[in-house]
């Protein structure tokens, strides 16, 4: 991998890993620079094509564990007005299944389930590996051998357009051949700080007056709160309203500071997630079932030998009425999660907001208080798991509103905002097809779009 300045850029940089950290470099023409609290890597993909740089520019924001109610709950101001100016799901958008936080950050990006996209739950085994995938691993998150699908920005890269990724699920990991132009490396105990959120502001306006050949035109944004909140607190208390409303300030501040720049910018805000109230104490399956000869990750069961999987099925299927369990090429084809053996067999369903674990934390070792808040459960039963999605933009129509949706069909939709050609995958620009002012029509028959 090679790694340069921007063309257009003064750099001041650190060798951190595989990649370069860029501390500052003034955009060209330019007194401010990149916000050294949320350091970004650079990656010489070569300037946009010169179809890249006439296509207009996307930024999508995610606001973790953003349930769909909380904008009118809380008055959330800045998101309601995105709705009235622009695209909004009043009764909120359909997470995939499970409805966390990995998996569903990269469905949004790649249109694929996550039995399709490989990324099954935060944390998994790949029995065909024998490795374990978890979400605080770095050196896991970074192998883009884990992931599948072509997500947005190696889309756009592959076609001659720069993108930047700020946290984003997946971004600093090579996948399907390429790396985002501009990425930054998530930093748990500092990703969250108030710097850091300024940062994202910061750091998404300089990249926007880099030189057109270094600009990118894609830009995912990605800010922990309100889940962070809502998972130690639960959804309805004072701190997660509080943190709602902040991060609905952040969507406000960075808006105001989008258009002031000038740019054709279409801002799409969404959320991975919703979040419900914890039901009752943990649930631990080794209380109904043997599970020697089991690998087990959080709730996800893997068994060694067919007889002992059929066994633990069989003491499983009717412990209790707070799961349902299934031989994985049993389980419902509306959850599409019954393909991909990182999934486990037998695999464990929810039917509330239980936490539900293969065992409980071995004696003497010291565990997290439970969760007040949670999440993770199928969104057709459990209306809370929800999520958000805003949008506003010189492409998208005024005051409109859609039904539900399946947040699959997120990615062939910003596709088409960024004129680029999506391969296969689970989604249909034809769910979204009529929030877009072209009507989703093929870039050869569409007529002149005027500038509101």
């Known amino acids: 991998m090679r790694f340069s300045p921007p063309r257009s850029s003064v750099l001041a940089a650190f060798v951190l890993g595989l990649g370069l950290t860029l501390l500052a470099f003034p955009a060209q023409g330019q007194g401010t620079s990149f916000n050294a609290a949320l350091p970004l890597a650079h990656v010489d993909n070569g300037p ?4 890249a740089e006439n296509q207009h520019y996307l930024v999508l924001v995610s606001l973790d564990g ?64 024998g490795a374990r995938y978890a979400m605080t691993d770095p050196q896991a998150v970074s192998d883009g051998s884990w992931y599948g699908g072509v997500p947005l920005w190696s889309l756009a890269e592959s076609q001659g357009m720069r993108t930047a990724c700020l946290l984003w699920v997946g971004c600093e990991a090579r996948i399907a051949g390429f790396r ?43 800010f922990s709160s309100p889940d962070h909140e809502g998972h130690a607190f639960g959804p309805d208390a004072r701190e997660t309203r509080e943190a709602a409303l902040r991060m609905d300030a952040l969507v406000g501040k960075l808006r105001a500071a989008l258009r002031a720049t000038g740019l054709p910018i279409d801002l799409v805000v969404v959320s991975d997630h919703g ?12 209380q109904f079932a043997g599970l020697a000869g089991f690998d087990t990750v959080g709730d996800l069961l893997y068994g060694q030998t067919e007889e002992d999987r059929a066994r633990v099925y069989n003491q499983l299927k009717h412990a209790t009425s707070q799961f349902m369990v299934y031989r994985r090429k049993d389980v419902p084809a509306g959850l599409n999660y019954n393909q991909n053996p990182r999934e486990g067999d037998p695999v464990v369903v929810a039917t509330g907001a239980y936490a539900i674990r293969a065992h409980a934390p071995p004696a003497g070792e010291t565990s997290r208080p439970p969760a007040i808040g949670i999440d993770g459960f199928d969104p057709r039963t459990l209306p809370e798991m929800k999520a958000s999605f805003f949008a506003v933009g010189p492409d998208l129509r005024e005051g409109k509103t859609v039904a539900s949706f399946d947040n699959v069909n997120v990615y062939p939709w910003m596709a088409h905002l960024l004129g680029l050609t999506p391969p296969k995958n689970d989604g249909s620009l034809s769910i979204l097809s009529g929030t877009l002012r072209d009507d989703g029509a093929a870039p050869e028959n569409r007529k002149a779009i005027d500038e509101p």
């Open 48 to 51: 946009n094509s010169a179809w």
């Open 66 to 129: 953003f349930r769909w109610d909380y904008a009118k709950r809380d008055n959330a101001t800045h998101l309601l007005a995105i709705g009235k100016a622009g695209v909004w799901a009043p009764e909120g958008m359909m997470p995939s299944y499970p409805s966390l936080t990995f998996p569903n950050h990269y469905t949004l990006v790649t249109g694929l389930y996550p039995e399709h996209h490989g990324i099954v739950a935060n944390s998994f085994l790949d029995p065909a590996r």
């Open 180 to 222: 985002p132009s501009y990425y930054t490396t998530f930093d748990s105990k500092t990703q969250a700080t108030p710097q850091a959120e300024q940062a994202r502001i910061d750091n998404t306006l300089a990249l926007l007056r880099l030189a057109a050949a270094d600009r990118p035109h894609f830009i995912a944004i990605y």
């Open 275 to 286: 979040m419900a109230k914890s039901e009752g104490g943990g649930i631990d399956l080794d």
